[in-house]
T-cell receptor, first 112, second 116 residues
């Protein structure tokens, strides 16, 4: 069975510092991994995805994520956080069936 | 994403009432999905449809039904609403991709439903 874990309910980081939002997964076969962001009163917006190829994936708004097969992780990163990055972040996994399993979300708070 | 619209955006109703949430998309995508979001639980898949004649149950379909009226329209119904169906509901779409890669899902703005 597929599953996704986001171990941190909330991550606090100072503006200008690097940020990491963690995600680990379990899936049969090759994983397809996604990150989405949700701002207040909005739907989810796609940030980036890993299907195959380079383990470091670059996405929107300066975010990137690193796929680590041995650790079954897909952590979201940004070198320098902005206050405007404060939002709810979701990791999702699929095994190629066009259906996602979402994590429970991590609230990122960037402090000025 | 303005290409995926949901109506209504907010709805307050009473226990036992029938409610329909509607989703329309202009992306030309074949696949459509309904999710509910609850604090601390993330998003859970209610129903999904890969084309007009294909409807499938998701993780939490009990108490819900759907109708795919056209490629662009996918409605979610609560036949007899109950308070624990109070949640944020999202519609999403995805289109044909290259090879066997699943496609990015595009989400509507959500419907906040409160059942009293």
């Amino acid at each position: 069975a597929q599953s996704v874990a986001q171990p941190e309910d909330q991550v606090n980081v100072a503006e200008g510092n690097p940020l990491t939002v963690k995600c680990t997964y379990s899936v049969s076969g090759n994983p397809y991994l996604f990150w989405y962001v949700q701002y207040p009163n909005r739907g989810l917006q796609f940030l980036l995805k890993y299907i195959t190829g380079d383990n470091l994936v670059k996405g929107s708004y300066g975010f990137e994520a690193e796929f680590n097969k041995s650790q079954t992780s897909f952590h979201l990163k940004k070198p320098s956080a902005l206050v405007s990055d404060s939002a709810l972040y979701f990791c999702a996994v699929s095994s190629g069936t066009y259906k996602y399993i979402f994590g429970t979300g991590t609230r990122l708070k960037v402090l000025a | 994403d303005a290409d995926v619209t949901q109506t209504p955006r907010n709805r307050i109703t009473k226990t036992g009432k029938r409610i329909m949430l509607e989703c329309s998309q202009t992306k030309g995508h074949d696949r459509m999905y309904w999710y509910r979001q609850d604090p601390g639980l993330g998003l859970q898949l209610i129903y999904y449809s890969f084309d007009v004649k294909d409807i499938n149950k998701g993780e939490i379909s009990d108490g819900y039904s759907v109708s795919r009226q056209a490629q662009a329209k996918f409605s979610l119904s609560l036949e007899s609403a109950i308070p624990n169906q109070t949640a944020l509901y999202f519609c999403a779409t995805s289109g044909p991709g290259q090879g066997v890669s699943p496609d990015t899902q595009y989400f509507g703005p959500g419907t906040r439903l409160t059942v009293l």
